[in-house]
C-alpha cells in the first residue's frame, strides 16, 4: 500500500493534508448512549421483514417501511402477505400505532420514504415484477394497479396520523404503451421538492418509461440501465421526468431551491445534457434544477479502473444530504488505495484483497465529503477506516452536525482463519470493536469536517445499522437488522427472532438545540411564541421575504412582508414542534403546539 504521491505530482495544499491525515483524529464530543432498542414487529415462524427507510416527527413518533413475506404482528395489526410492502407507525415509547401494507401477486417494497411537516408521508418503490403473473396487480387501500411485464415504479402518499393511503401513481412501460413490457421500472429515493411535492428517482432497463404525460426513451443500449428523475405536485401529478443512460440510482437529495442531487454508480461512460463522465467503475454525482435542467455532473474522485498513480479501485456514494446554506454533503467508501477531493487526499488505511498489476485491489474506507452545489467543487473530506470493511448507507445533517450510519468488521468468508474476529475501525479518535463479524455504527462529525464520536451495536454475527432520522429533540433513530444470536444496544441486548432480525433503536440527544441559528443579532421580532394558529412578524422592511423551516431544515412556509405595518402568518397548518424563522440573515426559534 502507497502512503503518498510522488512529489512533483502533489499539490503544495495536498501535501498539507497529507501533514495532516497523519495525526489522529480526535473526537471532540461525548457519544451519546443507546436508550432505546426493540425489534421491529413480531414476526411468525418462517417470516422476514425488511427495513428500507425510517422517518420521525415533532412528537417522536417513528415511521418504518420496508418489505416483508409472511405474517407479521405490528401491535394489535397483523399483515400477511407474500413480498409485501409495508409503513407502521410507532410512538415514542415503542407502542405500534398503524401499519399498513400494499399487496399483489408478485413483488412488492418501499424502497424510500419522506415524511414532511403537515404530516403527510410520501413513498417510493417498485411492484409486480411479473415472475407469476401477465399482467399483475398491486393493491394500496381501494387503489388496484396493473402493470404488464416487468415491475413498475409506484409514488404514494399515506395520511401519517391514520395509515391511510390518499393516493398512488405509477410510471412504467408496458401498461401505458399496450404491449408486454420487457424490462423493469424501479423507484430507489424520494426527496422534498420544496413546494409541497416531491422528487424521486430509479431506474428502467426496457425500451422506455411513461412517466405521466411524459415519455422517456432510452438513452443506453442492450440491456443497459437508464437513471430517471421525476417531479409531483402534492396531489400527485406528475410535473416532469428526465432520463439518462447508462447508470443508476443510489440516493436523492434536494436543497431549499428544489434543486435535486442524485447518486449511483455508472460504467463506461454516462452523458448529462452536454457533459459527459467517462470511468471504468464507481459512482456520479449530478444537479438537476427545480425546473428539471442538468446543471453539472462528475465522476466521484478515484473512480478510475487502472487511473492517475497506478490505483486501482473506485469511489462509490452511499448517502447524500443537504444542509440549510446549501451545501450537498457526500457519504460513501472507497476501496482503491487513495481518493482525492479537491486539495484533500484520502489514503485507504484497509488491509488488500488481491494485487493486481499495476496496483491492488483494497477492502475498503469510508468517507464524508463536503461540495459548494454552485460550482460542484469540493470544501472538505474526511474518512473513517481500519483493516477491515467499512460501509455508510444513510445521513442526516441538522444544525453543525453531519450524522452517519453503516457498518464495520469482515465478512466470514474473507476472515484469513475462516472465522469472526474482532476488528478495529476508527472514527477520527474514536476507535470501535466489533463483537465478531460485522457490527453497525453510528458517528458524527461537525460541518468542518471533524469526527466527534461513534458507538456501535450488534453481536457476533452480520449486524448493520441501515437507515437514520433525527426527531425534533435530536434524538437519533437508527433502523437495521442483527444476524447475531444476541445484539447489543449499550446496555440493552436483543435476542433473535428470525435468522435476520430487524431493530430499531434510539440514541439519547447528542446535541443541546440551539435557541436560534447563528446571527448576529436579531432583526425582527415574533409573537406570540409559542403559538398555534397564527403569528405576528415586526421589524423587517416591506417587500422582506420570510421562510419557516421545519426541524429537518425544509422550507414549509414562506411569506414576504406587506408595504406598511406588521405581517400575520398563518400556521394552522404544520404540525405541533419546533420550526425556525428565517429572514434577511437572521432567524428565530418559532414552537408551535
Not at 428500507?52 to 405490528?74: E, K, L, P, W
Not at 484533500?344 to 477492502?363: D, H, K
Not at 398555534?532 to 426541524?551: K, S
Amino acid at each position: 500500500m502507497s502512503h503518498s504521491l510522488p512529489a512533483a505530482l502533489v499539490p503544495t495544499r495536498v501535501l498539507t493534508t497529507l501533514l495532516l491525515l497523519v495525526l489522529p483524529g480526535v473526537a471532540s464530543a461525548q457519544a451519546p448512549a443507546f436508550e432505546q432498542a426493540l425489534p421491529v414487529g413480531v414476526a411468525a415462524a418462517g417470516s422476514n421483514i425488511t427495513q428500507t427507510a425510517i422517518a420521525t416527527d415533532a412528537q417522536g413518533n417513528t415511521v418504518v417501511a420496508g418489505q416483508f413475506s409472511g405474517s407479521i404482528r405490528f401491535g394489535t395489526t397483523t399483515l400477511t402477505g407474500t413480498a409485501d410492502a409495508f409503513v407502521a407507525k410507532r410512538d415514542a415509547n415503542g407502542t405500534w400505532l398503524w401499519a399498513t401494507q400494499a399487496s399483489g401477486p408478485d413483488s412488492d417494497y418501499c424502497a424510500d420514504m419522506l415524511l414532511d411537516a403537515q404530516g403527510q408521508l410520501y413513498v417510493v418503490g417498485s411492484f409486480s415484477d411479473g415472475q407469476r403473473t401477465l399482467p399483475s396487480t398491486a393493491t394500496f387501500g381501494s387503489t388496484v394497479l396493473t402493470t404488464e411485464g416487468g415491475a413498475d415504479v409506484f409514488v404514494a402518499r399515506l395520511d401519517a396520523a391514520t395509515g391511510a393511503w390518499l393516493w398512488v401513481r405509477q410510471a412504467g412501460y408496458g401498461n401505458k404503451n399496450g404491449t408486454t413490457a420487457t424490462g423493469n421500472d424501479i423507484g430507489r429515493a424520494i426527496a422534498p421538492d420544496g413546494q409541497g411535492g416531491v422528487l424521486v428517482a430509479g431506474n428502467f432497463n426496457g425500451p422506455g418509461m411513461q412517466v405521466g404525460t411524459t415519455s422517456l426513451t432510452k438513452a443506453s443500449a442492450g440491456s443497459a440501465t437508464d437513471l430517471f428523475v421525476a417531479r409531483l405536485n402534492a396531489a400527485g401529478t406528475w410535473l416532469w421526468a428526465r432520463n439518462t443512460g447508462q447508470g443508476d440510482v443510489t440516493d436523492l437529495a434536494s436543497d431549499t431551491q428544489g434543486n435535486a442531487y442524485l447518486c449511483g454508480e455508472f460504467a463506461n461512460t454516462l452523458s448529462f445534457a452536454t457533459t459527459q463522465l467517462t470511468k471504468n467503475r464507481g459512482s456520479y454525482l449530478a444537479k438537476l434544477s427545480s425546473t428539471g435542467t442538468w446543471q453539472w455532473a462528475q465522476a466521484l474522485p478515484g473512480t478510475q479502473g487502472y487511473g492517475s498513480y497506478g490505483s486501482y479501485g473506485g469511489t462509490y456514494c452511499g448517502a447524500l444530504a443537504t444542509d440549510e446554506q446549501n451545501h450537498l454533503y457526500v457519504a460513501g467508501r472507497f476501496d482503491g488505495n487513495r481518493a482525492i477531493f479537491g486539495s484533500t487526499m484520502l489514503l485507504n488505511t484497509s488491509g488488500v484483497y488481491y494485487s493486481e498489476a499495476p496496483g491492488s485491489i483494497q477492502r475498503g474506507d469510508v468517507f464524508v465529503a463536503r461540495m459548494n452545489t454552485a460550482d460542484g467543487t469540493w470544501q472538505w473530506a474526511a474518512q473513517a477506516g481500519g483493516l477491515d470493511e467499512e460501509y455508510l448507507s444513510d445521513m442526516v445533517v441538522r444544525d453543525s452536525r453531519v450524522y452517519v450510519s453503516g457498518s464495520f468488521g469482515i465478512p466470514r468468508i474473507y476472515s484469513p482463519s475462516g472465522q469472526p474476529a474482532p476488528t478495529n475501525s476508527s472514527f477520527g479518535g474514536s476507535v470501535l470493536v466489533s463483537a465478531g463479524e460485522i457490527d453497525g455504527v453510528v458517528a458524527a462529525l461537525d460541518t468542518n469536517g471533524r469526527w466527534q464520536w461513534a458507538v456501535r451495536a450488534g453481536g457476533t454475527g452480520r449486524d448493520q445499522c441501515s437507515a437514520l432520522a433525527l426527531d425534533a429533540l435530536n434524538r437519533v433513530y437508527v433502523a437495521g437488522s442483527f444476524a447475531s444470536t444476541t445484539a447489543q444496544f449499550g446496555s440493552t441486548s436483543l435476542a433473535s427472532t428470525a435468522d435476520l432480525t430487524p431493530f430499531l433503536a434510539r440514541l439519547a440527544a447528542a446535541e443541546p438545540l440551539p435557541a436560534v441559528l447563528p446571527a448576529p443579532r436579531l432583526s425582527f421580532a415574533v409573537y406570540p411564541n409559542p403559538a398555534r394558529a397564527a403569528v405576528t412578524v415586526t421589524g423587517l422592511p416591506g417587500g422582506q421575504r420570510i421562510e419557516v423551516l421545519d426541524a429537518l431544515g425544509r422550507v414549509v412556509v414562506e411569506a414576504q412582508m406587506p408595504a406598511h405595518g406588521p405581517l400575520t402568518l398563518a400556521c394552522a397548518g404544520l404540525a405541533p414542534g419546533l420550526y425556525m424563522m428565517r429572514a434577511a440573515g437572521h432567524s428565530q426559534r418559532l414552537v408551535l403546539h
